[in-house]
């Protein structure tokens, strides 16, 4: 089963860019039908898509976020990061990547815990 674990720091600061990477393990990001995905879910919110990467490295962004954020994988490290730039602190969120198995009729999706990144000076 794929497992991911998210790692990045906690606290940046406004202005800033963060970097998140996706470590995975029991599956290999370029094995086919997986999308790898980032989501992020701010207090009180509900969850948000901000982009994927898929198994081809073909990437897809939120357009409310495109401008600020892309999406890399390293295939040799078998992970996949997110880089966010000029965060602001509404960016304050726990950040969770995630597999997306695609078959014919279901998707099976795969969760890393989440890390908490907070935007403040």
């Known amino acids: 089963q794929v497992q991911l674990q998210e790692s990045g720091p906690g606290l940046v600061k406004p202005s800033q860019t963060l970097s998140l990477t996706c470590i995975v393990s029991?599956?290999?990001?370029?094995?086919?039908?997986?999308?790898w995905t980032w989501i992020r879910q701010a207090p009180g919110k509900g969850l948000e898509w901000l982009g994927a990467?898929?198994?081809?490295?073909?990437?897809f962004y939120s357009p409310s976020l495109k401008s600020r954020m892309s999406i890399s994988r390293d295939t040799s490290k078998n992970q996949f990061s997110l880089q966010m730039n000029d965060l602001k602190p509404e960016d304050t969120a726990v950040y969770f990547c995630?597999?997306?198995?695609?078959?014919?009729?279901?998707?099976?999706?795969?969760w890393g815990k989440g890390t908490l990144v907070t935007v403040s000076s």
């Open positions: 995630k597999a997306e198995e695609k078959h014919p009729f279901r998707t099976d999706d795969y």
């Open positions: 029991g599956g290999a990001i370029v094995e086919k039908n997986y999308y």
């Open positions: 990467i898929t198994y081809e490295g073909n990437s």
